[in-house]
């Protein structure tokens, strides 16, 4: 992209070439669908992750694990 956000493929299809500009718009925004599915997964198994921790730190499991802090309530 230029710095006016115009792609130069865009650019170079004024000259009636139209469709192939919009073909590859759309290719862009599948692209761009396939990285948001990526970071929404990342997503949730974070949260999983997050989830499975507070379980593990109420039910007392991270104090068997040797070599980690223990966390002492005030």
């Known amino acids: 992209m230029d710095e006016n956000g115009t792609s130069k493929m865009c650019i170079e299809a004024e000259g009636g070439k139209d469709s192939y500009c919009l073909e ?14 990526h970071l929404e997964r990342l997503y949730n198994s ?23 802090p223990q966390h002492r309530p005030r």
């Open 24 to 37: 590859m718009f759309c290719v862009e925004v599948e692209s761009v669908k396939q990285d948001v599915m």
């Open 46 to 68: 974070l949260q999983e992750s997050n989830e499975d921790i507070k379980k593990a730190e109420n039910s007392g499991m991270m104090r068997d694990i040797p070599g980690l």
